[in-house]
């Protein structure tokens, strides 16, 4: 599972390096073409905050032990989007490689903990009790599903979203005249104007 989760996040930052390299090269051919840089972690950010409110109400649902079904359907739902939420993010930006890379880390991090968990939990439930102490295996793996959600999120929203793009400048003639208003002090008064291009 670590490999697999060192691949994908080894393969996107070489994606997200290698669009950004390409990007350079256009700008350097053609003197009418500037690259912005620009991020888009505050869409990813609100879809991972989005699946931790779905699974936070789950909890909180079905925390007397009653409405099963409820609980379960709420935190399905947030796992579900937090699996699909960053990648259908990403390729709504163009970005199908890192889409597709993007949910293998997070089905990894979300899949590893419990792939590890449920048979530990079962085993704990058929045993009458976990020696280590009472709902350990339970909250182990919301442990590690937490951490793994935590890191995926802060990587995904700061290092993934990162994109170049080469933006064609306006001939001159065509731009919009820009007048600001100037004010400035000095020490034997003050200063009152317009500055603009046209």
């Given at each position: 599972m670590r490999k697999l989760a060192l691949l994908c996040l080894l393969a996107s930052l070489f994606v997200s390096s290698a669009a950004d390299a390409r990007a350079d090269d256009d700008s350097l051919r053609d003197p009418t073409i500037r690259k912005v840089h620009s991020r888009y972690g505050n869409q990813t950010l609100l879809c991972d905050m989005g699946a931790l409110g779905l699974t936070l109400t789950g909890i909180a649902v079905g925390a007397d032990g009653t409405r099963g079904t409820a609980r379960a359907v709420i935190m399905i739902?947030?796992?579900?989007?937090?699996?699909?939420?960053?990648?259908?993010?990403?390729?709504?930006?163009?970005?199908?490689?890192?889409?597709?890379?993007?949910?293998?880390?997070?089905?990894?991090?979300?899949?590893?903990?419990?792939?590890?968990?449920?048979?530990?939990?079962?085993?704990?439930?058929r045993e009458g009790g976990d020696p280590i102490g009472e709902n350990f295996a339970v909250e182990s793996t919301a442990v590690m599903i937490a951490l793994g959600f935590g890191a995926v999120t802060a990587l995904d929203a700061a290092v993934f979203t990162r994109e170049t793009?080469?933006?064609?400048?306006?001939?001159?003639?065509?731009?919009?005249?820009?007048?600001?208003?100037?004010?400035?002090?000095?020490?034997?008064?003050?200063?009152?104007?317009?500055?603009?291009?046209f």
């Open positions: 739902n947030g796992g579900a989007l937090f699996l699909v939420g960053g990648p259908i993010v990403h390729l709504a930006h163009g970005h199908p490689v890192r889409a597709l890379l993007d949910f293998g880390l997070r089905a990894v991090v979300l899949g590893g903990p419990l792939a590890l968990g449920i048979p530990w939990i079962a085993r704990e439930h793009k080469n933006v064609t400048l306006e001939p001159s003639a065509s731009r919009s005249p820009i007048i600001l208003p100037g004010f400035s002090v000095a020490r034997g008064g003050a200063t009152l104007g317009v500055h603009g291009a």
